[in-house]
Structure formats: structure tokens, C-alpha cells
């Protein structure tokens, strides 16, 4: 079977939708197979003999594969976490090195196996397990890796007034710019000049996902040619005594029972394995169901109810001669339907999930990464520190220069904070429906300034005191926009809300003291009074009213 590695990197923002339903948006977290069927399609399907775009897009000779966040430095693809992990609650099942999340093996339990090995008073699983919510990790090393989202807020115009449309404010979410997706074109071993074809329309810049032809979906795929061994073929465990198998959902699954129902508990004769049965107590099955919509028909294909990606699977075989290699080798090709759009990828029996603890065969890099920070201070031992020479000049350089840092630093906290209350202004105008502005005026923001400034009670205190603060939410004269609400991390708020998130987020920052916390404040009003029009500092009678 041929193999072809696509290197996807998103240009834009892009909106995949997990269902069609226009209310409660959620997005996709990965690419899927069907994104880059349809990118050729579109590219190659006019051109084509009907017998040869029935077998390159519909046939299942050609499959589509999703693509899942690459795993750097290797540009390696990640794989769907397994949904049978879990791990006692209240506890960590990971660890952070160098801003890295890595599995801790020891932490988690595999359902499929807690009941299958003797077990002495301390190797029995805790009481309490709670599921691991993870999207995706590298089987090799246990590493987490998870793919950037953001919540994006809109509404539709009236074509006749050129304003916000009433009642038309929606939201999406998005994956996020500058990430890189890793995913895979199989084929038949007899489709060779056909698969070049694919692969060359594949490659180069397309736009994918929803609101495409505005703002979203750019991507550039990069083909490589792939000749490693399939991932499903490697690490395969034997049968083990009991005859189970495990099969490992790499992608969504979607089976028809032998009525031709979607069945969410599929037979092993159902997906082709030998005759047995599914071993409810020792699967985790989580299932979605989803309308796709078919762009070149313009219409809406059949329901789909899939069993989910990183779902696993474990049958109990009737012939216990099974060979799990020679099952795994069978299923390289995928198993269910819509296999030309990347789904019925599995795993069959890794060795990942033959035990009760995951045992990572590449944990060693944890390791590497984690010494690799200690030794990083021990690797200029060999360097002798100078000590700094006591002169008044030095002294007056040495502060200088921690001034101007510390300048810089403040600039751009306050930039930053400028920037998300412009989008929260713009937020609360989409909210409200209106072209005008709402939110706190530019003398509310000219007080906040001048407090900060003085330092003579505590910010806290002067911003959101209930009887005295100036962040006040009652809509009165002294304060009547700070009552008004935006959205923010995907969650509806008001100014007054936002504005104690925000000091908090920085009084958490343990490189910023109590000082620099006020003048960040101050920066940040005086910015924000600029964006609103305002050239100068209120007067001491607008302060004083």
C-alpha cells in the first residue's frame, strides 16, 4: 500500500464544525479526512472518467486520513488518546517540563486490564478514577498535545442598513493560526500514476471549513512521501490468554449491523475479525452523531453515528489460535464505512494498552528533556563568573538598564491589556446589537488612571469597593457603563467582571510586584483613553463629579 504524509499548516484561523447546528457551535479539534478529499475533488473530479473518480474518491482504494497536531521536533503525527485511561481523582496523571505535558504512566489505569492480572493491596486501582481529558499524545513518549482553539464572536449585517442584523449574533470556534497538522494519503499498490495525481493537486495553498471566502481557512499542505511502516502493523501485543483483542479507534468508526442499522456495539464479524463477542465491561465506547454537508450537491449527506476517535474496543475471540499480527495486517486498510474519508483507522492490540500502567517505549526522552534543564546552569561551570566591579558609573548603567526593562515590560502588559479591551468593547457592541459604543465612558477610564497613579489606597479596593469603587455596576450617573456586558473567553461578562480578571491575572504573575502592577494599570487606561479619542487626561472637575 502506498503512503504519502501530508504537512499541513493553517495560514488563517479555521472553522470546522462538529455538527451542522447553527446554535452551540463546537468546533473540530483536528483535521478530518473528508477536508482533503474534497480539496481534490474540487481539483480533479470534472476531469476525470466516472470509473476513475469512482475508484480514486468513493471506492475505498483511496483513503483520505484525518490530520492530528504534529508532534515537534519530529513533524510526527499524534494519535487520539485512549479513552480507557483513566486516573484517581484528585491526583495528577501529568507532568510539566520546559512548558511540555507529559503522561505520567504510573498515575493511569487501563479499564481492559484492572480485573485481568492478579492484584496484591498495592497495585489495586483506587476507588474513585476519574476519566483523562486529553485530546491527543505521542504513543512513543506519552507526551500531551493539544490543538489551539478560539472562541470567535459575529454577528450578520443588514444589507439594507449596513448595520448588525437583529437577532443574527453568533459565535464559532476556530482552530487557531500557525499550528501544524500531521496526516496521511493510503492507496492501493495499483494506483500509481493516479496517486501521483492526487498527491500533486493535494499540494500547495487551499481553503477549507466555513467562512472560507472571508477571513478563514487558508492552509498550505506540504507532501512528503512516506515509507515507514503503518502505525496499526507495529508494536502489535499476541492474543493474550484470554483471548481478547483490543482494537484502538484512531478515527471515528462507523459500523452497520447486520440489518444495516449503525450500531454503536459492533460484533467482531462486523468489522471482519474472526467469530466472539464485545466485552462491554472492558470497552470504553463514547459515540457522536453529525449531518456533513456536501458543498459540490449543496445539500446535506445521510446521519452519521460514529463510535469516537480514541474509543477502545475489546473482544472476546471463540478460536483462541487467532494470530493478533495477521488481524492487524488485514485491518491496515481500515475497517466500517467512509473509509475514503479517514474514518475505520484502528490499532490493533498495541502494546500500549497490554497492561494495566501504559509503558512508554521512547520515555527515556522525558528524561533526556527533564536532565537537559538541570544541567543547563552546570554546562557554563567552566566559565568564571566576573564580579561586577564597585564603581558609582557601573552602578548607574547596571540601574539604567533594569529601568529600561522594566519600562518595556510594563509597555507591553499595557498593550496587550489595550488590545483585549478593544475586542471587548467590540464584543459588547455585538452583544447589544448596535454600532454605538458601550462600555465604560472616557472619564471612567481617566479616573481608573489617576488612581492607579497616586497609590494612595489600595487598587483593589479603589476599583471595586462596593460603595466607593469607580468599577461600579449599578447604572447611575457616577458609573453607568461598567454594568454593561461583552464576551470574553467565550463567556458573557461584564466590564467590571473583565476588569477583575484582568487585575487578578497580573497580581498572579509573580514577575510583576505591586508597584509595577499600578503603573501597568495606569498604562493601560492612558492607552485605552487614547483608542477612545480622548488627547488628554480628564480635568480635575470631571474627577471631582
Known sequence: MKRAKLIVTLQDDVILSEHAASVGHRGLDYLPGSVFLGIAAAHLYSTLPAQKSWVLFHSGQVQFGSAYPSILPTNTVSCPIPLSWSYEKGEDYYKTIDNTRWLKSDALYHKAKQNSEPTNETKKPPEKLQAVHEAFIDPKTGQILTAKRKSLLKTAIDGKYGGAAESQLFAYQGLETGQTFIGFVHADDTLSDDFKTLIS??????????????????????????????????????????????????????????????????????????????????????????????????????????????????????????????????????????????????????????????????????????????????????????????????????????????????????????????????????LAGTQERIGPSKSQWGRVMETAKQGTIPLKQALFDTDTGICKTTLSEQAPDWGAEGVFQANIITFRSFMEHQLKTLELDNTTSEDAVRHIVSQWAHKTLTWLGQAETPSLKELAS
Do not use: M
Open 201 to 430: 493537486a493535494l499540494s500547495g495553498q487551499h481553503r477549507i471549513g466555513r467562512s472560507r471566502s472571508a477571513e478563514f481557512g487558508r492552509i498550505h499542505i506540504e507532501v512528503q512521501s512516506d515509507q515507514e511502516t503503518l502505525p496499526n502493523t507495529t508494536d502489535v501485543a499476541d492474543v493474550i490468554d484470554d483471548h481478547c483483542l483490543q482494537l484502538w479507534c484512531l478515527s471515528d468508526l462507523a459500523v452497520l449491523n447486520a440489518q444495516g442499522i449503525p450500531t454503536l456495539t459492533p460484533t467482531p464479524e462486523e468489522l471482519g475479525l474472526p467469530k466472539g463477542h464485545l466485552c462491554l465491561e472492558k470497552s470504553t465506547i463514547r459515540s457522536r452523531s453529525y449531518t456533513p454537508y456536501n458543498q459540490a450537491r449543496g445539500c446535506y449527506d445521510l446521519e452519521r453515528t460514529v463510535i469516537t476517535k480514541g474509543s477502545v474496543l475489546t473482544f472476546k475471540l471463540a478460536n483462541n489460535q487467532v494470530n493478533a499480527n495477521q488481524i492487524a495486517l488485514q485491518s491496515v486498510a481500515g475497517v466500517g464505512l467512509y473509509r475514503e474519508q479517514g474514518l475505520g483507522q484502528i490499532w490493533v492490540n498495541p502494546k500500549l494498552l497490554d497492561s494495566v500502567k501504559p509503558n512508554f517505549p521512547d520515555s527515556d526522552r522525558q528524561h533526556a528533556q527533564k536532565n537537559h534543564t538541570q544541567q543547563k546552569p552546570e554546562a557554563n561551570a567552566k566559565f568564571k563568573k566576573i564580579k561586577q566591579p564597585d564603581h558609582p558609573l557601573i552602578a548607574w548603567l547596571q540601574a539604567q538598564h533594569n529601568n529600561q526593562n522594566q519600562h518595556q515590560f510594563i509597555e507591553q502588559k499595557a498593550l496587550k491589556l489595550r488590545d483585549l479591551t478593544q475586542s471587548f468593547y467590540r464584543s459588547a457592541q455585538a
